[in-house]
């Protein structure tokens, strides 16, 4: 069992930058392959980025590719969310979670993701 932590989200102004942790305890971290997902108020929740757990793979929505980096630190139990070039439609709850094993048509899909942090806030004001 994986339990998630996020932290670092908060208000920036359009353009700026923002890093995402997610700290996970559990001795089985680096087994997992690690998601990030947000929910925008009245939206559906939707796929950020993900990392396989070795970090030989790293996936991107189309809208954040070029502007968010995803890593991890299996040493550290972490899996960080690097964003750039932030957006007022960034604004949203962000969420870290942990899925055992992916194809690699399910990295997006949060159905398949077992265990989930509580999220943590994003503003990016215009």
């Known amino acids: 069992q994986v339990q998630l932590v996020e932290s670092g989200g908060g208000l920036v102004q359009a353009g700026g930058s923002l890093r995402l942790s997610c700290a996970a305890s559990?001795?089985?971290?680096?087994?997992?392959?690690m998601g990030w997902f947000r929910q925008a108020p009245g939206k559906d929740r939707e796929f950020v980025a993900a990392?396989?757990?070795?970090?030989?793979?790293?996936y991107y929505a189309d809208s954040m590719k070029g502007r968010f980096t995803i890593s991890r630190d299996n040493a550290k139990n972490t899996v960080n969310l690097q964003m750039n070039s932030l957006k007022p439609e960034d604004t949203a709850v962000y969420y870290c979670?942990?899925?055992?094993?992916?194809?690699?048509?399910?990295?997006?899909?949060?159905?398949?993701?077992?265990?989930w942090g509580q999220g943590t806030q994003v503003t990016v004001s215009s």
């Open positions: 979670a942990a899925a055992w094993r992916l194809r690699v048509s399910e990295y997006s899909d949060s159905g398949r993701y077992a265990y």
């Open positions: 990392v396989t757990w070795s970090s030989d793979t790293t």
């Open positions: 559990g001795r089985t971290f680096s087994m997992y392959n």
